[in-house]
């Protein structure tokens, strides 16, 4: 049986500086010597997994940088086997001498607002070729489409009350690490961009381009 872990628990421990939570899931990335020492230590996150029956997604990039996503879909969030497997693979980065990189953690999602998501979804879904995303709730609305590679970024449908008259009503989420947060706000607004609202930071800034294109900057902070 799993044994889900709040992002606040999760954040409050003190042996998981190599990570950081990324709404429901947990991200590390890892920088090696060379290409096959990154593929090396790869094999061993890949066999320390089997050992547990718990399994990562792993992306391996040229010249070294390895990238690690941990989380339990069958529970919908981190629980105690991502907890377990991330002590284990922090340890073997440090035998292994590689450099940890947690702020490289980031994923991407795009919004799209709708009156009825039932109408809107299943054309996304046809056109991407991704899956429904399991509802919160059995028998919940399903609200979100995911690759089923688990490489492009999620699709999710943001329910309006009134249609939205302007012609932008499709948005990108970037959800960063809570510490790269601020960082990636200003950085945003020093290129040109304004922000729009952060009546719900530190859950989600939204940010405009000149032109009015929106962005929210996202982290798991004021969500459980």
Partial sequence: MYRKVSASQFHE???????????RRIEAGFKAASFGAAAAFVGQVAAAADAADHHPDVDLRYPGRVHIVLTTHAQSGLTDADVELAVEISRLAAEGGLVSEPQSALSVEVAIDVL?????????????GYLDEPPATIGGQITALVDPRRIGPAFWFQPMDVARTQRNRIHIDVTVPHDVADRRVAAAIAAGGRLVSDAHARSFWVLADP???EACVCT?????
């Fill in 211 to 213: 032109e009015g294109n």
């Fill in 116 to 128: 009825n998501i039932e109408a809107v979804r299943p054309f996304w879904k046809a056109i991407l």
């Fill in 13 to 23: 421990r003190p042996d998981m500086a190599d990570w950081r939570i990324l709404l």
């Fill in 220 to 224: 798991w902070q004021d969500r459980d």
